[in-house]
């Protein structure tokens, strides 16, 4: 079998194992191809019994999985853990903020430590249960806090499927908890609008970039190309980004700009509900070209879907389904079991009356 790409996997963390012995707590370490070369499944797809049908079919035996956490009482207890943590972790994130509004400076030991936190619940292994939780969770008055861990985990995330090393996969966390710091300097009126900002407001909105870059300026413990990210987040590669308006655009700052645009639309805010997933995989596809790093969006675009099958979603129509497959070529397009039956659904239609659509992922 044709192993694949090895995107930021260390071969010890992860087994051959034969595919009838997989369940669903097994994840998939590697891209997965045919005998013609044709991917047949992206790394980080969780692995489901349809799934294991779609591999006997093309005559594949073995697939390499990450090691798992064997019995379902550890699992369960560990998803207690990365609950609590997360909890912590936004609670440190609330403080570090509230610290620096008093007018105190920031308090560096505690990023390194927050970064370990982030670091420690991003094992690759409870990815798929994370991304889910972090889904279900979209308490808009706690933006704030969690905006800035959930960015830093997606920009793990990132990393790591980038094949980065381990300093640049700290860095990648430093920033996206860091990113939006100058947010502190920008009136709670603005920022907590519930109405459409008038252009004066979006102005000063568009000013926290260089807030957040000046608020780390100073601080040698703080590495360059975390403050660049921080300044460049909001750049575009069209250059109608801001605050410069600059197409030089650092790979850090390529990493924080998606998954900032990913979690600030998939969660509730004070002014709108958050979308699906699979909404912000479509406007990524539609408009990313010219304005994300391609290459980065399309890796993020493929292993965060991959890491939603097995997650059951709500439908537009009241029905709870699960999502069976996302097969690499058509990440808009997930494979449910609904009512005893499989279908094949376009995600991102729009839910006019007698359209089906997902209308968010559970946390089960
Ligand atoms: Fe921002």
């Known amino acids: 079998m044709d192993k694949g790409v090895l995107l930021g996997v260390n071969s010890d963390n992860f087994t051959e ?24 499944l992206c790394a980080n797809t969780v692995i489901t019994d349809y799934i294991k049908t779609h591999l006997g079919l093309n005559h594949i035996r073995t697939i390499p999985v990450y090691k798992t956490i064997n019995s379902v009482t550890e699992n369960s207890r560990f998803h207690g853990d990365i609950k609590k943590y997360y909890g ?32 420690k619940i991003g094992d690759i292994r409870h990815c798929a249960y994370i991304v889910k939780y972090i889904n279900q969770i ?19 995330l990132m990393a790591k499927w980038m094949g980065l090393r381990e300093k640049e996969i700290s860095l990648a966390v430093q920033s996206g908890l860091l990113h939006d710091l100058g947010k502190i300097k920008i009136p709670s009126s603005i920022l907590k609008k519930k109405g459409p900002l008038t252009t ?25 190309a975390i403050k660049e990210a921080v300044l460049l987040h909001h750049e575009r590669f069209d250059g109608l980004g801001y605050p410069l308006g600059t197409t030089s655009i650092s790979f850090l700052a390529c990493i924080i700009a998606i998954a900032d645009v990913y979690d600030a639309m998939t969660s509730d805010r004070v002014y709108k509900k958050g979308v699906t997933p699979f909404k912000v995989f479509e406007y990524f596809q539609r408009e990313g070209a010219g304005r994300f790093d391609w290459h ?19 439908l537009t129509s009241g029905d709870t389904a699960k999502i069976v497959c996302i097969l690499p070529d058509d990440p808009l397009t997930p494979i449910l079991y609904l009512n005893s039956q499989f279908v094949k659904l376009p995600a991102t239609y729009n839910s006019g009356k007698n359209k089906l659509d997902i209308e968010c992922v559970l946390c089960k």
């Open 88 to 119: 912590d972790t936004v609670n440190s994130v609330k403080k570090i903020v509230t610290n620096l509004s008093a007018g105190h400076n920031l308090n560096y030991d505690a990023i390194v430590n927050l970064t370990d936190s982030v670091l």
């Open 200 to 224: 004066e407001e979006y102005e000063v909105i568009k000013t926290h970039p260089m807030h957040s870059y000046k608020l780390l300026l100073d601080n040698a413990d703080i590495d360059m």
């Open 17 to 40: 194992k034969t595919v009838a012995d997989c369940t669903e707590s097994d994840i998939l370490a590697t891209d997965v191809f045919n005998s013609n070369g044709y991917k047949l």
């Open 296 to 314: 980065l969006l399309n890796v993020f675009i493929s292993h965060m879907s991959a890491l939603l099958v097995g997650a059951f979603v709500k």
């Open 138 to 156: 979209k308490s808009a008055d706690q933006y704030t806090y969690t905006h800035s861990i959930n960015v830093a985990f997606y920009a793990m």
